[in-house]
């Protein structure tokens, strides 16, 4: 299958306006499940445990896009080195390196100025040291302040190539409509690929190709500082939310994606759960957590190697049992 040839199974959220959120609302409610469907949701929520049955939940059972309504959450330092703004439901990430700063994702432009600018005002931060933005993928939640951060502050935007040219020359629309032309997408700067490592100053990235959301979604692998002791952490930047609008080739390609993912943060011994949707996670309940940690605490973003590897594996599962619900209808 060639990446072409995915790419045009996709929705293209870079042809809709800047503000559009990039999943698809949610679907009329499905029929039963069959009880072998039951069965392996059963299996995946047993594999998610205490940990990550909360997730399990969420993809298995009942996904939800992300809203322009998700509550806000307060800007905070969840390590010595990363800082979190958005909402519940979508989440960049600001990591201080010895070069500046490095931002994963933008959030769409409707969150500009009542989320962005003003988390990084709360955290003492300058918009104008960030140097480097990492997309995990080309949908305009997650590119669509980007421009803004190249006008005002010469910020370079990474991307894969396959999913620059995702945004820039979208596929046609449903039913044979013709793309809509693209609005407010970044200038086309730096290409990531996988296995090469993105460095600024004292900060590196490992990006991971996970193809299925879009066909140049990318994961991210990073160390990040907890009290001075380096923990690694990793952000799955295409994740499905709603698995609706996607195709059967991509869902089947997603599920490789996943396992790819999984294979690398285990060798990689990742034991930071962080999403730019996290609306599958404790988001706001760990950062009430951090805000009362004393010291000797744990910090609540660190789930573990092994929790990490559960979290993986509930997203696998849940992405088997949507393939397995399309094969039961």
Known sequence: MSLSTLARSFVVAAALPIAALAQAPAAAPPKPDSPEVQAMVEKTKKAGGTAFGQAAHFWCEAPRANAATDPAIPPTKIFDNVYAIGNEGTVVYVVQTSAGLLMFDSLGTAFLNNQLLPGFQALGL????????????????????SPYFQEHYGTKVYLSSVDWDF??????????????????LPKHDQIVTEGQPIVLGDFKVMPVSIPGHTPGALGYIFPVKDNGKTRMAALYGGTILTPGPISDEGLATYLKSVEHFRAETKKAGVEVALQNHPLMLPLRANIEKLQARKKGDPNPFVVGKANYQKFMDVL?????VNIARRKST
Request: one cysteine or more; a negative charge; hydrophobic letters at 25%.
């Open 126 to 145: 300058n918009p104008a040291d960030v140097k480097m933005i990492l997309l995990g993928h080309g949908h305009a939640d997650h590119f669509g302040n």
């Open 167 to 184: 945004m820039e020359h979208p596929p046609a629309g449903r039913n044979g409509q013709p793309p809509a032309p693209p609005q407010g």
């Open 316 to 320: 696998y599962g849940c992405s088997e």
